[in-house]
């Protein structure tokens, strides 16, 4: 991996605006789970919390991390600066790393932040600061997952948010609840099976639309597969189009 490359667009990726805007999208289940659960007794408020973070984030959150993911290189494509990016001689699979690289770690620091409020929130009403650390694997699992697929797409695809969002809502939100055999594919419902694993979830939180059975070691190795298959698609597009 090139530190140098690794640092330049993790740094672009998460500036300004854009850090600030993307953070507050990612932490509105967080601070819906919260307001939700105020002035409910110490059961029903963990089942609140637990409903709500299964299903607010799976749109803001989701959003928040497309556009982060997406950005990692259009910003640089879009700028005309990929050129002086390839001037610095490496290999296609170095930078295919590096970009992965940076794509995970602006996706996790995002979504961290986004977990915080649900986790304040309920430690402060039901006096447990355990509560919620389940959900931090939720978040953290959507956030390679999204990270791992989005960044070759604002390589390679100019209407990358287009195609971003109508995975969201369209195939994730409604093909994958729909047809129980295309839910493997919904990255929401991966990282669901790793939530459900870790935790005794509310029915309510875990219905018929997650059709994924509860495993966190299956949810890792998936995303470990997906980190692999983003990698190898990025090399392919950088090669193929004679970048390096």
Excluded: C
């Amino acid at each position: 991996m090139n530190i140098a490359l690794f640092g330049h667009l993790l740094s672009r990726t998460l500036r300004g605006k854009r850090f600030l805007g993307m953070s507050a999208l990612a932490s509105v289940g967080g601070i819906a789970a919260w307001v939700s659960m105020a002035g409910l007794n110490t059961d029903d408020s963990v089942g609140v919390y637990q409903v709500v973070t299964s299903s607010v984030p799976a749109a803001t959150l989701s959003i928040a991390l497309l556009i982060l993911a997406t950005a990692t290189l259009r910003d640089e494509r879009d700028g005309g600066t990929l050129p002086y990016v390839f001037a610095t001689p490496m290999s296609a699979v170095t930078f295919a790393a590096s970009s992965i690289a940076a794509s995970l770690v602006a996706a996790l620091t995002v979504a961290m932040i986004g977990w915080l409020p649900g986790w304040i929130g309920s430690w402060v009403i039901t006096g447990s600061a355990t509560v919620a650390l389940p959900a931090l694997a939720l978040y953290a699992a959507a956030a390679v997952g999204y990270g791992a697929v989005f960044a070759p797409l604002g390589y390679l695809f100019d209407r990358t948010l287009i195609i971003g969002l109508a995975y969201i809502f369209v195939w994730e939100g409604i093909l994958a609840t729909a047809v129980s055999g295309i839910a493997a594919s919904s990255i929401w419902r991966i990282a669901m099976s790793a939530y459900a694993d870790l935790d005794q979830l509310h029915p309510d939180a875990l219905d018929d639309r997650n059709l994924l059975e509860p495993g966190r070691w299956g949810a890792a190795a998936t995303l470990l597969i997906l980190t692999g298959l983003g990698a190898m698609v990025l090399t392919w597009a950088v090669r193929s189009r004679d970048a390096v």
